[in-house]
C-alpha cells in the first residue's frame, strides 16, 4: 500500500512537468505567430552597417511604393568571371531583393549568361541583340597568377514594364582608376541606375526637350549622338524662337548648343521670361572663337571674342563668361609630325595644352564618380553677385593651368618644346556651374507699363525656384564628324587615344538634374568604403591564416562540448 502511494507520488510531478512542458511550448508558438501576424501590419527594416550601404533613399521608396504591375529586370551578370564582377553581381541582386521589399513583389528579376550558348553563331546574335538594346559590352582581361583570361561581358541589365523597355548599364568608367574602385562606384551607384530605371519605364508621359536652332549653334549632325541617346529617355525636338514669346512653352527643358551669333533683345527676352516661368536651360557657349581651318593649315591662329549679347543676362543670373583661353597641362594629346624617316612623317601623340581633360572633384551628384570629361578650347568663367542664387562649380581645369587672354594667338609650335611649369600657376579654373535659385530677370525694371502689365505677355521680375547650367565650352556636347560628312563618332570619344570620355554622361546627369527628382539623383552621392585585402601579405601568410579558419571552428566546437559534457557529469553525479 505504502508502495502504491509512492509509485502516485512520483508519477505526479513527471505529469505536472510535462504539462509545463506543452504549456511553455503552445505559449511559444503563439508568441511567434503573433510576431508574424503584426511584422505583417508593421513593416520595417534595419542595416547595421556603418556606411548604410544597404538603406533605401525616401525618393526610391516612393517610386517602388506607386508600382502597380511587375518591372521585370534582365540581368546579364550570370556566369563565371572574377571577384570583383561577382561582388557587382551580388551587389545588384541584394538591392534588387530590398527593392522587391519595398515594391510589395512588383520586382522581379532574372540573372542570364550570354556567353552560355555553345553555338558561336547565336551567341553573336544575342550579342549583337543586346548592344542594339543598349548594352553595352565589356572585354574582360584579368591576369592573375597562372595567366589572364579574356571574355566579353554586358555588365548592366534591360528593365521592362508592360510594352516598354530601357537599357541600363552598372559599370562606372573612370580615367585612372583602379578595376578595384571602378567596381567600387559601380556598386555604389547601383540604387540610383536601378531606381532610375525604374522610373523611366514607368513613366506615363515623356518629358519634351528641345535643341534651340536660329542663331547658328551645333548642327544635325554634330549633336546626333546625343540626340540619339536622349532619345530613349526624352522627346527631344529643335526649335526656333524666331522672337514668338510662347515658342518654348511647349518644352520643359532647352539645350543652347554652342550659338555662333548674336542673340536679339526680343529673342533673349523669350529665354528670360521661360526661365522666370519655371523653364530649365543647359547652356554649352564659348566666349571666344577660332578659326580651325587656319590652325590646320598654317599651324598659326588668332581667337577673338564671340559677340553674342548674352553677358548681361549671365551676369544677372550669376555668372561671367570670361574672354580667354585655359590652358592645362591635363590635357588630351594630338598627332604631331617630329620628324621624318626617309620621306615619311614620324608623328607622335604629344598633349595638346588647348584640350583640357576636365576631371571632376566635386561630390555633387550630378558629377559624382563620373568620367573625365573631353574639352576643346574652353574659357574660364566666374560666379558674380546675384543674391538668392546658389552656385555649385561642377567642372574645373587642373591646378596646373594657364590664362591667355583675346585677342590670344594659338600655335602648334608650342609642344616642340617641354612646358615651363611656372607659367601654369593658375588655381582650378571654373567650366560648368550650376545655378540654383530665384532667378531676377534681366529685364525687371527696364519694361514699359504696358508691356508689363499686359495680360498676354505675362512678363514676370522674379522666377519660381528655379535651376540653369551654364558650361563654358560648346564642344563638351559636339560629336565628332568625319570631312565626308558621312560618319559620326560617339560623344566623347577620341579617335586618337581610343578613349571615351564621360561627356555623354555629364550631359544626361545635367538633364536628369534638371528635369528629375533631385533627392534621387542625390542618391549618386553614396559611398562606400574600399576594404581590400593585402595582396602581399594573403601570399605570405596563406597558409596560417587557412589552418586558422579550418581548425579554430572544430577546436571551438569540440571545447564546447567537453564544457557541456563536464557540466553534465557534475550536475548528475550529485
Given at each position: 500500500?505504502?508502495?502504491?502511494t509512492q509509485?502516485?507520488?512520483?508519477?505526479?510531478?513527471?505529469?505536472?512537468?510535462?504539462?509545463?512542458?506543452?504549456?511553455?511550448?503552445?505559449?511559444y508558438i503563439i508568441?511567434?505567430i503573433s510576431?508574424?501576424?503584426?511584422?505583417?501590419?508593421?513593416?520595417?527594416?534595419?542595416d547595421?552597417?556603418s556606411?548604410?550601404r544597404?538603406?533605401?533613399?525616401?525618393?526610391?521608396k516612393?517610386?517602388?511604393?506607386?508600382?502597380?504591375?511587375v518591372?521585370?529586370?534582365?540581368?546579364?551578370?550570370e556566369?563565371?568571371?572574377?571577384?570583383?564582377?561577382?561582388?557587382?553581381?551580388?551587389?545588384s541582386?541584394?538591392?534588387?531583393?530590398?527593392?522587391r521589399?519595398?515594391?510589395?513583389?512588383?520586382?522581379?528579376?532574372?540573372?542570364?549568361?550570354?556567353?552560355?550558348?555553345s553555338d558561336?553563331?547565336?551567341r553573336?546574335?544575342?550579342?549583337?541583340?543586346?548592344?542594339?538594346?543598349g548594352?553595352?559590352?565589356t572585354?574582360?582581361?584579368e591576369?592573375?597568377k597562372?595567366?589572364?583570361r579574356?571574355?566579353?561581358?554586358?555588365?548592366?541589365?534591360?528593365?521592362?514594364?508592360?510594352n516598354?523597355?530601357?537599357?541600363?548599364?552598372?559599370?562606372v568608367?573612370?580615367l585612372g582608376?583602379?578595376?578595384?574602385a571602378?567596381?567600387?562606384?559601380s556598386v555604389?551607384?547601383?540604387e540610383y541606375?536601378?531606381?532610375?530605371?525604374?522610373?523611366?519605364v514607368?513613366?506615363?508621359?515623356?518629358?519634351?526637350i528641345a535643341?534651340?536652332?536660329g542663331?547658328?549653334?551645333?548642327?544635325?549632325?554634330?549633336?546626333a549622338?546625343?540626340v540619339?541617346?536622349?532619345?530613349?529617355?526624352y522627346?527631344?525636338?529643335?526649335?526656333?524662337?524666331?522672337e514668338?514669346?510662347?515658342?518654348l512653352?511647349?518644352?520643359q527643358?532647352?539645350?543652347?548648343?554652342?550659338p555662333d551669333?548674336?542673340?536679339?533683345?526680343?529673342?533673349?527676352?523669350?529665354?528670360d521670361?521661360?526661365?522666370?516661368?519655371?523653364?530649365?536651360?543647359?547652356?554649352?557657349v564659348d566666349?571666344m572663337?577660332?578659326?580651325?581651318?587656319?590652325?590646320g593649315s598654317?599651324g598659326?591662329?588668332?581667337?577673338?571674342?564671340?559677340?553674342?549679347?548674352?553677358?548681361d543676362?549671365?551676369?544677372?543670373?550669376?555668372?561671367r563668361l570670361n574672354?580667354?583661353?585655359?590652358?592645362?597641362?591635363q590635357?588630351?594629346?594630338?598627332?604631331?609630325?617630329?620628324?621624318y624617316?626617309?620621306n615619311?612623317?614620324?608623328?607622335?601623340?604629344?598633349?595638346?595644352?588647348f584640350?583640357?581633360l576636365?576631371?571632376?572633384?566635386?561630390?555633387?551628384?550630378?558629377?559624382?564618380?563620373?568620367n573625365a570629361?573631353?574639352?576643346e578650347?574652353?574659357g574660364?568663367m566666374d560666379?558674380?553677385?546675384?543674391?538668392?542664387?546658389?552656385?555649385t562649380?561642377?567642372?574645373n581645369?587642373?591646378?596646373?593651368?594657364?590664362?591667355?587672354?583675346?585677342?590670344?594667338?594659338?600655335?602648334?609650335?608650342?609642344m616642340?618644346?617641354?612646358p615651363d611649369?611656372?607659367l601654369?600657376?593658375?588655381?582650378?579654373?571654373?567650366?560648368?556651374?550650376l545655378?540654383?535659385g530665384?532667378f531676377?530677370?534681366?529685364f525687371a525694371?527696364?519694361m514699359?507699363g504696358?508691356?508689363?502689365?499686359?495680360?498676354?505677355?505675362d512678363f514676370r521680375?522674379?522666377?519660381?525656384?528655379?535651376?540653369?547650367?551654364?558650361?563654358?565650352?560648346a564642344?563638351?556636347?559636339r560629336?565628332?564628324?568625319?570631312k565626308a560628312?558621312?560618319?559620326?563618332?560617339?560623344?566623347?570619344y577620341?579617335?586618337?587615344?581610343?578613349?571615351?570620355?564621360?561627356?555623354k554622361?555629364?550631359?544626361?546627369?545635367?538633364?536628369?538634374?534638371?528635369?528629375?527628382?533631385?533627392n534621387?539623383?542625390?542618391?549618386r552621392?553614396?559611398?562606400f568604403?574600399?576594404?581590400?585585402?593585402?595582396?602581399?601579405?594573403?601570399?605570405?601568410?596563406?597558409?596560417?591564416?587557412?589552418?586558422?579558419?579550418t581548425?579554430?571552428?572544430?577546436?571551438f566546437?569540440?571545447?564546447?562540448?567537453?564544457?557541456?559534457?563536464?557540466r553534465?557529469?557534475?550536475?548528475?553525479?550529485k
Amino acid at each position: 500500500m505504502e508502495k502504491a502511494t509512492q509509485n502516485k507520488q512520483d508519477k505526479a510531478p513527471n505529469n505536472s512537468g510535462k504539462t509545463q512542458v506543452f504549456l511553455r511550448l503552445l505559449m511559444y508558438i503563439i508568441i511567434i505567430i503573433s510576431l508574424n501576424i503584426i511584422s505583417s501590419f508593421l513593416f520595417t527594416r534595419f542595416d547595421l552597417t556603418s556606411e548604410k550601404r544597404y538603406s533605401i533613399s525616401p525618393a526610391t521608396k516612393e517610386i517602388l511604393s506607386k508600382l502597380d504591375d511587375v518591372v521585370f529586370f534582365k540581368i546579364y551578370l550570370e556566369g563565371e568571371f572574377p571577384a570583383g564582377f561577382k561582388r557587382l553581381r551580388n551587389s545588384s541582386k541584394e538591392m534588387l531583393d530590398e527593392f522587391r521589399a519595398y515594391a510589395h513583389g512588383n520586382i522581379q528579376y532574372e540573372l542570364i549568361d550570354p556567353s552560355a550558348g555553345s553555338d558561336n553563331k547565336e551567341r553573336n546574335l544575342l550579342y549583337k541583340q543586346l548592344t542594339e538594346k543598349g548594352l553595352q559590352p565589356t572585354n574582360l582581361e584579368e591576369k592573375d597568377k597562372g595567366g589572364s583570361r579574356s571574355k566579353i561581358i554586358f555588365p548592366g541589365a534591360l528593365v521592362n514594364f508592360r510594352n516598354k523597355e530601357v537599357a541600363v548599364s552598372f559599370l562606372v568608367n573612370k580615367l585612372g582608376a583602379s578595376s578595384e574602385a571602378l567596381l567600387n562606384n559601380s556598386v555604389e551607384g547601383l540604387e540610383y541606375q536601378l531606381a532610375n530605371a525604374i522610373k523611366q519605364v514607368t513613366a506615363p508621359n515623356r518629358i519634351r526637350i528641345a535643341f534651340s536652332r536660329g542663331h547658328k549653334e551645333l548642327g544635325d549632325m554634330q549633336t546626333a549622338d546625343i540626340v540619339h541617346t536622349l532619345k530613349e529617355y526624352y522627346d527631344v525636338d529643335t526649335v526656333r524662337m524666331n522672337e514668338q514669346l510662347n515658342s518654348l512653352k511647349p518644352f520643359q527643358a532647352v539645350v543652347i548648343a554652342g550659338p555662333d551669333s548674336a542673340f536679339t533683345d526680343k529673342d533673349k527676352f523669350v529665354i528670360d521670361q521661360y526661365i522666370m516661368k519655371g523653364g530649365k536651360v543647359v547652356w554649352f557657349v564659348d566666349a571666344m572663337t577660332i578659326s580651325l581651318d587656319s590652325l590646320g593649315s598654317t599651324g598659326t591662329a588668332m581667337s577673338v571674342n564671340k559677340p553674342l549679347n548674352l553677358d548681361d543676362m549671365f551676369f544677372k543670373y550669376g555668372i561671367r563668361l570670361n574672354p580667354n583661353l585655359i590652358m592645362d597641362l591635363q590635357a588630351s594629346p594630338i598627332p604631331v609630325v617630329t620628324g621624318y624617316l626617309g620621306n615619311q612623317p614620324k608623328q607622335e601623340l604629344l598633349p595638346w595644352y588647348f584640350f583640357p581633360l576636365i576631371t571632376p572633384d566635386s561630390k555633387h551628384p550630378l558629377v559624382n564618380n563620373l568620367n573625365a570629361i573631353h574639352t576643346e578650347f574652353v574659357g574660364s568663367m566666374d560666379t558674380v553677385g546675384s543674391k538668392g542664387i546658389k552656385k555649385t562649380i561642377l567642372l574645373n581645369s587642373s591646378r596646373y593651368s594657364r590664362l591667355i587672354y583675346t585677342p590670344a594667338r594659338v600655335s602648334l609650335n608650342i609642344m616642340r618644346n617641354e612646358p615651363d611649369p611656372r607659367l601654369y600657376d593658375k588655381p582650378k579654373q571654373a567650366v560648368a556651374v550650376l545655378l540654383e535659385g530665384i532667378f531676377e530677370s534681366v529685364f525687371a525694371h527696364r519694361m514699359v507699363g504696358e508691356i508689363a502689365s499686359d495680360k498676354n505677355i505675362d512678363f514676370r521680375e522674379k522666377s519660381i525656384p528655379n535651376k540653369m547650367i551654364v558650361v563654358s565650352d560648346a564642344d563638351i556636347i559636339r560629336n565628332y564628324v568625319n570631312k565626308a560628312g558621312s560618319s559620326i563618332y560617339p560623344l566623347g570619344y577620341d579617335r586618337y587615344t581610343r578613349q571615351t570620355y564621360g561627356n555623354k554622361d555629364f550631359i544626361l546627369n545635367s538633364l536628369d538634374y534638371l528635369l528629375s527628382d533631385a533627392n534621387l539623383i542625390g542618391t549618386r552621392a553614396k559611398e562606400f568604403k574600399l576594404r581590400l585585402l593585402d595582396h602581399t601579405r594573403v601570399e605570405k601568410e596563406k597558409l596560417k591564416w587557412q589552418l586558422i579558419n579550418t581548425l579554430s571552428p572544430i577546436l571551438f566546437l569540440t571545447t564546447l562540448g567537453l564544457i557541456l559534457i563536464w557540466r553534465r557529469k557534475r550536475k548528475y553525479s550529485k
